[in-house]
T-cell receptor
Framework: AQSVTQLDSHVSVSEGTPVLLRCNYS??????LFWYVQHPNKGLQLLLK??????LVKGINGFEAEFKKSETSFHLTKPSAHMSDAAEYFC????????????FGKGTHLIIQP | DTGVSQDPRHKITKRGQNVTFRCDPI?????LYWYRQTLGQGPEFLTY????????KSRLLSDRFSAERPKGSFSTLEIQRTEQGDSAMYLC????????????FGSGTRLTVV
């Protein structure tokens, strides 16, 4: 079994300040973890992925995430928010090579204040 | 390759009618997944194929839902006797065998049952 909990349904930050989106996971097997972004009326775009290599993962648009097995966490960060980062962000877990599909969190809506 | 294509983008149907959606994956991807996303929620896994074999279908929402991938290329998702509760975005994703390089999503088909 696998599950994902995104700890905040909404996060609001000012442009130019750091972003932190929190994610905890649960899985019976070694997980692969992903963050996807969904802009309004757009498809899901892969930001970054962890698949048992380096625990600090760098993605597109300046985002990064750190896999912490002891805390079962995979939080997403960005040093400086940009207006274009406003979107819905999903933390996703996969196990057994995708045989159980991807399990998505409920999403975190990121709001960027000017 | 232009990514994962889904057709149609929008479908409005009357309750009780059958609908069929099509997904064309990235050509070299042998895995294909279907998800459903309702408003304000993360996508929910429905089923997946490896080549033409449907390896997981227990998560299909009811026996009114079925999917095929007859030649291991494109896939169709059919909903029979649609109900208003079927209104949602239906997403298709594809990947290489274990998904370790990530999953590419299409833009989805938005179904409205009236």
């Amino acid at each position: 079994a696998q599950s994902v909990t995104q700890l905040d349904s909404h996060v609001s930050v000012s442009e130019g300040t750091p972003v932190l989106l929190r994610c905890n996971y649960s899985s019976s097997y070694s997980p692969s973890l992903f963050w996807y972004v969904q802009h309004p009326n757009k498809g899901l775009q892969l930001l970054l992925k962890y698949t048992s290599a380096a625990t600090l993962v760098k993605g597109i648009n300046g985002f990064e995430a750190e896999f912490k097995k002891s805390e079962t966490s995979f939080h997403l960060t960005k040093p400086s928010a940009h207006m274009s980062d406003a979107a819905e962000y999903f933390c996703v877990v996969s196990t057994r090579g995708g045989a159980d599909g991807l399990t998505f969190g409920k999403g975190t809506h990121l709001i960027i204040q000017p | 390759d232009t990514g994962v294509s889904q057709d149609p983008r929008h479908k409005i149907t009357k309750r009780g009618q059958n609908v069929t959606f099509r997904c064309d994956p990235i050509s070299e991807h042998n895995r294909l997944y279907w998800y459903r996303q309702t408003l304000g929620q993360g996508p929910e896994f429905l089923t997946y194929f490896q080549n033409e074999a449907q390896l997981e279908k227990s998560r299909l929402l009811s026996d009114r839902f079925s999917a095929e991938r007859p030649k291991g290329s494109f896939s169709t998702l059919e909903i029979q006797r649609t109900e208003q509760g079927d209104s949602a975005m239906y997403l298709c994703a594809s990947s290489l065998a274990t998904g370790s390089y990530g999953y590419t999503f299409g833009s989805g088909t938005r179904l409205t049952v009236v």
